[in-house]
């Protein structure tokens, strides 16, 4: 059957409305390793537009210093949100830290208002008041970009709870990284989720490095999916190259918590090819080291797949390429034009009292 | 139709109250279930609304604190009991940086109801770590409301506000001390608005602001000063934050004179903020320096006679007000 290229206005409006295929509902096999074209071809447009999208925000951060603040990139980590967008459901939760954009742009929070929040403006995804570490999309389950490290992950726990004093059965993915798994409230959480079997997946992205830290010069305890053990949870190591096998991992997860299972711990093991922030100058790793992990590339290996399948044609993938570089480049002139937030807005959203007497003098 | 019942009779009646009204509404902490609270005030409440709504949790406030956060920025309208506010500081990452803030972060998406409550302050020779205060450190905070009440009537109504109207995170001071007082409370059901003082008595001569259990000492020594013929105006602010100054200068206004007796620590306390208020707003009006006595710039010690020595009490209330009226000898 000739492939016939996903006709969607913008990849913004798609996401947003969630019409991609999805493997996680009543039917769903999680233990499936057949994924159809249409999962391929969802993931490379979604992988490659957080990374262009995060491609171009760092240029627009180095060269026109348009963009400021505290910047993590996701690149290189962009299989973990494409595998968990197809084994959760729109209904399903996710919370993470502030490396934020790419699971905000996967849940569909939109691409312009989200390049807006990196030019501060009133258009974007949190009015301009967070920056590249808040993100917010309340309307489509995106709880936000933490700056504490490790905050989430207790937070998350507290989404979950809500979910299942409802008696619904959403779940939330509750996003930190390796740096994160040495705080407290890691093992506080960990231990009320498990007593209380609340509907959350933990998702440490262990891309290795605390900042400028390796996971093994931070704990005598390496294997970050251990940590569950101390709590009976069950847990499981993924490789966070494969966007299949965090499906599937996901899946399983996902299927636990709905079954009122409880949570999981999932350590997914995953590179970041950028520093810890985009001052870092990452003097700690070797370029061979970085350059080891990007032939693992999740992005070339979805589009060796899809190649190798038929289920797109080169033409077709520069196709989608053009598409994605097309939404970034709109986002940038979106946030361009974009006015800044009134000054007066300096005082607002922080009360939801609208009389709240403000101190101003 | 009025009752007399115990202070902790009053915040248990508040929180059973809003729980038969709505769902969404649980408690949870530490030895509120089972124990039927480590200072009774929750007595009760678990056999009535059943394990899933009065939630025993593990000693990990920082943990219990993020899941009533997530839960009230998920559609819950959580009560959070800490046994005392000492316990609290393990959990003010989740207040701070949490709670208060994600409705500003989130640009309005994300707001979080919720009532955080316990004894607070001093209560007895409990030693350095049980000991502290908190208003003034809370009420620092933006994004939040402090509400700190003396009496069963006050705390009834006021808890009551912050569970059903507030929507926005309030941190409720009471008193291990006060727990047992006595206060008359009506059958019928009312609420108090928050941020509004209560002046308890009226005078001429000079003003004294208190709140939560200094209001003893402050009614204390304006009922010792009524002996000499000074006649001391006393309000209790019942929220600190946000702080209703207008009725401070009101009152200052007619008695161009300022006592403020408070359980914080001095530096940038409540008393701080309510003497910069007043002499900005009031300067014309004022006949004396604006004068106050905190808790002793120092943790609380345990020996009876430190503590005596620490904590305001009326004599020395008494002799401040004397030195603001040019009385004092």
Partial sequence: MPFKPVNFKSVTRRLKLH?????????????????????????????????????????????????????HAYIGQEAIAAGCMTG?????????????????????????????????????????????????????????????VGAQIGTGAGLAFAEQYRDTDNVVLCYFGDGAARQGILHETFNLAMLWKLPVIFICENNNYAMGTSVERTSNVVDIYKLADAYEMPADTVDGMSAEAVHESVGRAVK?????????????????????????????????????????????????????????????????????????????????????????????????????????? | MARSIAFREALREAMNEEMRRDDRVFLMGEEVAEYNGAYKVSQGMLAE???????????SELGFTAVGVGAAQNGLRPIVEYMTWNFAVLALDQILNTASKMLAMSGGQVSCPIVFRGGNGSAGQ?????????????????????????????????????????????????????????????????????????VKKQGKDVTIVSFNKMMKVALGAAAELEKENISAEVIDLRTIRPLDWQTILESVK?????????????????????????????????????????????????????????????ARTVKLVKEVMYQAK
């Fill in chain 2, 49 to 59: 609304f059943g394990p899933k709504r009065v939630i025993d949790t593990p000693i």
């Fill in chain 1, 19 to 71: 019409s991609f295929p999805y493997f996680c509902g009543s039917n769903f096999n999680p233990l499936a390793t057949k994924f159809s074209k249409e999962t391929y071809l969802y993931w490379y447009e979604l992988m490659q537009l957080i990374r262009q999208f995060e491609l171009m925000s760092e240029e627009k951060y180095k060269m026109d210093g348009k963009i400021r603040g505290f910047y």
């Fill in chain 2, 126 to 198: 409990l030693g350095a770590q049980h000991s502290t205060a908190f208003e003034a450190m809370y009420a620092n905070i933006p994004g939040i409301k402090v509400v700190s009440p003396s009496n069963g009537y006050d705390a009834k109504g006021l808890l009551k506000q912050a569970i059903r109207y507030e929507e926005d995170p309030v941190m409720f001071m009471e008193s291990e001390q006060m727990y047992g007082d006595k206060s008359e409370v009506p059958d019928e059901e009312y609420y108090i608005e928050l941020g509004k003082a209560d």
């Fill in chain 1, 256 to 361: 636990r918590a709905r079954e009122k299972g409880g949570p999981t711990l999932l350590e997914i093991k995953t590179y970041r090819y950028k520093g810890h922030s985009i001052s870092d100058p990452q003097k700690y790793r070797t370029k061979e080291e970085v350059d080891e992990y990007k032939d693992k590339d999740p992005i070339q290996q979805v589009r060796k797949t899809i190649l190798d399948n038929k289920f797109a044609t080169e033409k077709e993938i520069t196709a989608i390429d053009k598409r994605v570089y097309d939404i970034v480049v709109e986002s940038v002139k979106f946030a361009e034009e974009s006015p800044w937030p009134d000054d007066d807005e300096v005082l607002k959203d922080v009360y939801m009292d609208k009389n709240y007497p403000f101190i101003v003098d």
């Fill in chain 1, 88 to 148: 959760t459901r729109p209904e399903d939760l996710f919370i993470t830290s502030y490396r934020d954009h790419g699971l905000a742009i996967a849940k569909g929070v939109s691409v312009n208002s989200c390049m807006a929040e990196l030019y501060g403006k009133a258009t974007g995804c949190a009015k301009g008041k967070g920056g590249s570490m808040h993100f917010f999309g309340k309307d489509v389950n995106f709880y936000g970009g933490h700056g504490i």
């Fill in chain 2, 254 to 314: 007619k008695t161009n004179r300022l006592v403020i007796v408070e359980e914080q620590w001095p530096f940038a306390s409540i008393s701080s903020e309510i003497t910069y208020r007043i002499q900005k707003e009031g300067f014309d009006y004022l006949d004396a320096p604006i004068r106050r006595i905190t808790a002793a710039d120092a943790p609380l010690h345990y020996a009876p006679n430190l503590v005596a020595a620490a904590l305001p009490d009326v």
